[in-house]
């Protein structure tokens, strides 16, 4: 069964640097889905950012980017230039045939 | 607006009480599913529902049933509700399975069981 392991319960930022939060995950497929989920404190689940495992390139939506290592099984969501706005959990999470999988989560604080 | 409304946002209930969670999207979303989040454990799902009457078990559905008799509707059923069924609970859902388009989640159940 895939796993997915977020090894950093807690981080935290000044505002305007930059943080990245670690993500590693466990399979045996080659075709699959990857995520990060931010939700705040409001609880609504929202979409950061999405990589499919077939392209190489590095997905990237605004300041947030990821680093996604596929033979390493590593996916860290780097977050620049950090607002307050992004004080929220964030969840890693892996789709295959059917099967969601989510990380424990990191709650990142960012600070004034 | 596009959206998944699930009710209600918060229930506190006693144990073996039979309850509904119900979950609807308006965007004719064939794919549907139930998590439960835990501290420390993420989101568990917990069933999922591909279309109309097709329903499938996901990681921890012990304690829960499902129906989908209509393509907007999903509702989350404890028969018998346990302490240990105390959690935040979300509904989503998506185009397809792939979750190659985006999902779009409720905005959460907060249960209580005592």
């Known amino acids: 069964a895939q796993t997915v392991t977020q090894s950093q319960p807690e981080m935290s930022v000044q505002e305007a640097e930059t943080v990245t939060l670690s993500c590693t995950y466990d399979t045996s497929e080659s075709n699959y889905y990857l995520f990060w989920y931010k939700q705040p404190p409001s609880r609504q689940m929202i979409l950061v950012i999405r990589?499919?495992?077939?392209?190489?390139q590095n997905a990237t939506e605004n300041r947030f980017s990821v680093n996604f290592q596929k033979a390493a099984k590593s996916f860290s969501l780097k977050i620049s230039d950090s607002q307050l706005g992004d004080t929220a959990m964030y969840f890693c999470a892996f789709y295959n045939n059917n099967d969601m999988r989510f990380g424990a989560g990191t709650r990142l604080t960012v600070k004034p | 607006e596009a959206q998944v409304t699930q009710n209600p946002r918060y229930l506190i209930t006693v144990t073996g009480k039979k309850l509904t969670v119900t979950c609807s999207q308006n965007m004719n979303h064939e794919y549907m599913s139930w998590y439960r989040q835990d501290p420390g454990l993420g989101l568990r799902q917990i069933y999922y529902s591909m279309n109309v009457e097709v329903t499938d078990k996901g990681d921890v559905p012990e304690g829960y049933k499902v129906s989908r008799k209509e393509k907007r509707n999903f509702p989350l059923i404890l028969e018998s509700p346990s302490p240990n069924q105390t959690s935040l609970y979300f509904c989503a859902s998506s185009r397809d399975s792939a979750w190659n388009t985006e999902a779009f989640f409720g905005q959460g159940t907060r249960l209580t069981v005592v």
């Open positions: 990589q499919e495992a077939y392209k190489q």
